[in-house]
């Protein structure tokens, strides 16, 4: 299992902050990419008390940069920063934190600096994270963020020091640079303690490549996935399936004076439009993965064709295709039909509605296929239902 890591992306580091490292801004949208393509993602805070012995607000004598000894250790003078609860502390609103699963924080400690994600300066105290991580099977850490000769480093230098395969996506981080050449002496200095230098480029085409995931039984093999599919091996055959918790509806709506509901939209897949019975996926909204079937049903039915109905009967489950996917798609039928809004789909969708007699439907299909339209073969189906049910 891998994690991402990101380190310090808040507002005293960026454009404007107290320790604005320059283009610290620039790598945000970057960041926020590479998260959605990790099973784990962390998130570290810098978390000072006011009175840090870090500050240079407490050390009047001493220029900002110079160095001194605290607890036993150099320390580095910095402009007062990410102070508790201040707005300099937060992180960067643009950081899209919806994938963040959880969130570390470091510099608590008056008396002693803490760079490192994993422990404070001393190591004396460690955050959690690395039992975090741990506890969930992570092997392989990913680090970015803010600074890479400073946070980001000691991060992943303690990574790689308590045996995670330990990765740097060095485009995903901007340095200090307090002296020149700093960054590029500890992209060195990483690169000699085995940690991989790597471009997010290269991430985002091998997260395709992964072995292995979070809820794959033994007899599945990955063979490369996106957010919403992956490609498994059992066996020799390969076949696509959605994450466990997603599963599919679909609706035979008839109306009192029986006509169907059918939708049409493009399908990238086919490379056309295809005519279909209303359908949608149930538990795909993260935090929502146990919606009941006959919910999800009724809030497609209502997004996708405006039509809200008295009485819902479930059918029965088919398979949707089985030679390329475990897909299950269980049917419903909703009669008393009342028209709410036009529908249309959500803002991603461009779904067309039609209302076509149940008598016409045959020929009606016929016509749009010579239009260069396809059909679904499940509207097929919808049509043996609908013709055995009294309205
Ligand atoms: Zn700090």
């Known amino acids: 299992m891998r994690a991402l890591i990101v380190v310090d992306l808040q507002n005293d580091f960026v454009e404007g902050g107290a320790l604005a490292v320059a283009g610290g801004k620039e790598i945000v949208g970057l960041i926020n990419h590479l998260t959605c393509q990790f099973d784990l993602v962390i998130a570290t805070q810098d978390w000072h008390p006011a009175d840090h012995q870090s500050f240079a607000s407490q050390h009047p004598k001493l220029p900002v940069g110079s160095k001194f000894m605290l607890g036993g250790t150099q320390q580095t003078v910095w402009p007062d920063h990410c102070v508790q609860g201040s707005?300099?502390?937060?992180?960067?609103?643009?950081?899209?934190?919806?994938?963040?699963?959880?969130?570390?924080?470091?510099?608590?400690?008056?008396?002693?600096?803490?760079?490192?994600?994993?422990?404070?300066?001393?190591?004396?105290?460690?955050?959690?994270?690395?039992?975090?991580?741990?506890?969930?099977?992570?092997?392989?850490?990913?680090?970015?963020?803010?600074?890479?000769?400073?946070?980001?480093?000691?991060?992943?230098?303690?990574?790689?020091?308590?045996?995670?395969?330990?990765?740097?996506?060095?485009?995903?981080?901007?340095?200090?640079?307090?002296?020149?050449?700093?960054?590029?002496?500890?992209?060195?200095?990483?690169?000699?303690?085995?940690?991989?230098?790597?471009?997010?480029?290269?991430?985002?085409?091998?997260?395709?490549?992964?072995?292995?995931?979070?809820?794959?039984?033994?007899?599945?093999?990955?063979?490369?996935?996106?957010?919403?599919?992956?490609?498994?091996?059992r066996g020799k055959w390969s076949f696509v399936q959605r994450p466990a918790s997603v599963r599919v509806v679909c609706i035979v709506a008839l109306t009192d004076d029986r006509h169907l509901l059918l939708v049409e939209?493009?399908?990238?897949?086919?490379?056309?439009?295809?005519?279909?019975?209303?359908?949608?996926?149930?538990?795909?909204?993260?935090g929502h993965e146990d919606e009941p079937l006959l919910r999800a049903a009724q809030r497609e039915l209502l997004e996708e064709t405006g039509f809200v109905a008295k009485r819902w009967r479930e059918l029965t489950s088919v398979t949707s295709s089985a030679g390329i996917t475990n897909e299950v798609v269980t049917m419903f039928i909703a009669t008393g039909l009342t028209q709410q809004t036009s529908g249309g789909g959500d803002s991603s969708e461009n779904i067309q509605v039609s209302t076509i007699p149940l008598s016409q439907i045959p020929q009606w299909l016929t016509e749009q296929q010579a239009l260069g339209k396809m059909v679904d073969s499940r509207v097929y189906a919808g049509l043996y239902f609908a013709n055995l049910i009294e309205t």
Do not use: W
């Open 87 to 233: 707005f300099g502390a937060d992180f960067v609103p643009q950081f899209d934190r919806s994938c963040v699963s959880q969130i570390f924080r470091k510099g608590s400690n008056r008396d002693i600096d803490s760079y490192s994600g994993f422990f404070d300066n001393n190591r004396k105290q460690a955050t959690g994270l690395e039992q975090y991580l741990r506890d969930r099977g992570v092997e392989e850490v990913f680090v970015v963020g803010l600074a890479t000769d400073y946070c980001v480093k000691f991060t992943a230098l303690d990574a790689a020091s308590l045996g995670f395969k330990t990765h740097l996506i060095s485009d995903a981080c901007q340095g200090v640079e307090l002296s020149p050449g700093d960054i590029e002496r500890s992209i060195a200095q990483m690169q000699a303690a085995g940690i991989v230098i790597q471009q997010s480029e290269q991430i985002m085409s091998t997260t395709t490549q992964r072995e292995t995931t979070l809820d794959l039984p033994d007899s599945l093999e990955l063979v490369g996935h996106t957010k919403h599919l992956q490609l498994v091996k």
């Open 265 to 286: 939209q493009h399908r990238p897949p086919v490379g056309c439009t295809v005519i279909e019975l209303p359908a949608g996926l149930a538990g795909d909204i993260i």
